[in-house]
């Protein structure tokens, strides 16, 4: 981190989470923080799904939760940003406090509990962004008092569809009590068909991608690589905060109710990424998430299986730079190991991976 980066750390940590993370969407409405300058590399470029990313690294959703600041993020260095989750209604979350930093372990516990304005503000915002350049995805939830879960899914992807350059069904959050059950066969299969048929009827048909949880046991990856194959579903995002408490030394918040992010889930995520590859074959799109807090960690993500990674809470503890270090990381690497497209590393690594134990 620069002396600024760490100054700018310091006076946000004497906050609490929620007001500091307050602070830097407000600071980014004003075009604050400038992030390093943007590295253009050919080699980093990935089309997937019809989309050209300028770099396989993107901010993953639950920072912008309103879709208030994607076009800063993409200008400190992501190739990519993804907005939300929204719901249809806007909702409060559940009560404060609701973050906990376990900075000894450069993590993050949090049961906010898909707090947001709703559809109506991200559309107003998404709607004023139109025309722009840039790869934005919208992540989609369902209201947690809903009657009808999957009508909330289905009426996201109608409204986004015209502003998404791809949707996110997120049904992984462990902090909408019941959500997660949704990833259980019978329901899944139901709630993609009707995803999909909703697709169809939208104005706009981007892709769609199923963002699951890291605490899934083999039969149940099964079952969601079938129900992805079946449904044709364009890929998969893996994976959301876990509800398990891996070694921590943070021992004053590792007991907080909420679901973990940040350096503890590498590990875990990166299996469940792995083994969903070796389900889904080579073909269908996957984007990896958990831990990523460096150029090496990125990589070895694709390494891994992913197609494209995605990072947050590495940002609180590293700064806003922090993208343009691991692009300008994965150039550096290019050069060194004469790669044409960073491509070439894609699961180099999946049978090691695959093959470790899911503890």
Known sequence: MSV????????????DPETAHGMSIAALRCGLPVGARTTRDARLKVSLCGLDFPNPLGMAAGYDKNAEVPDALLGLG???????????LPQAG???????????????????????????AA???????????????????????????????????ARFAPYANYLTVNISSPNTPGLRNMQAREQLGELLSRVMAARAAATAQPPVFLKIAPDLVEAELEDIAAEVTAKQID????????ISRPS???TDTASETGGLSGRPLFERSTIVLARIRKLLGPDRAIIGVGGVDSTDAALEKIR????????????????????????????????????????????????????????
């Open 4 to 15: 600024l980066d760490r100054l700018g750390q310091k006076l946000l940590f004497t906050f």
């Open 78 to 88: 992501f190739g990519f940003a993804e907005v939300g989750t929204i719901t249809p």
């Open 94 to 120: 559940n009560p404060k406090p609701r973050i906990f930093r376990l900075t000894a372990d450069e993590a993050v516990i949090n049961r906010l509990g898909f707090n947001n304005e709703g559809h109506a």
């Open 123 to 157: 559309e107003r915002r998404l709607t004023a962004r139109k025309g722009r350049g840039g790869i934005v995805g919208v992540n989609i939830g369902a209201n947690k008092d809903s009657a009808d879960r999957i009508g909330d899914y289905e009426r996201g992807v």
């Open 235 to 242: 890929g998969v995002i893996v994976s959301n905060t876990t």
């Open 248 to 250: 921590l030394r943070s």
């Open 304 to 359: 891994a299986g992913a197609d494209l990674v995605q990072l947050y809470t590495s940002m609180i503890y590293a700064g806003p730079a922090l993208p343009g270090r691991i692009v300008a990381g994965m150039a550096r690497f290019a050069d060194t190991e004469r790669l044409k497209s960073i491509r070439e590393l894609r699961d180099s690594h999946l049978d090691r991976w695959a093959s470790k134990p899911l503890s």
